[in-house]
């Protein structure tokens, strides 16, 4: 079975913001509960409850585990999609962007 490798944005983005702000995860069937479903396991606290950041912490990648393969490939499609997202409305590369690993 070959490993999936997540995107560079699962890295600092945490699943409950996918499930809520990346445009497609609705229509990926279960996707949008299985992202909820990680947020019972955070160990960082929320951003209503700490005012500091905790960029990395509980992130997707935390969790690339429990994901299906198929969630997986939708999930890394969803990022792409994303980034092109940002790209066309920032003119620029989205964090985590590597121009010489395309």
Known sequence: MTKITPH???DIVRPDEV???WSGVLA???????????????A???PEVSE???YGMDCVADFWDR???AEQETLNQLAVR???ELLALT?????GFDPFNI
Do not use: I, M, T
């Open 67 to 69: 994901f299906s393969a």
């Open 28 to 42: 990926a069937g279960d996707l949008y509960e299985r992202l909820w479903e990680c947020v019972s396991s955070y």
């Open 82 to 84: 994303h980034d092109e």
């Open 19 to 21: 499930a809520e702000c």
């Open 8 to 10: 560079a944005a699962f």
């Open 44 to 46: 960082a606290p929320s």
């Open 52 to 54: 500091e950041p905790c």
């Open 91 to 95: 003119g620029r590369a989205p964090v």
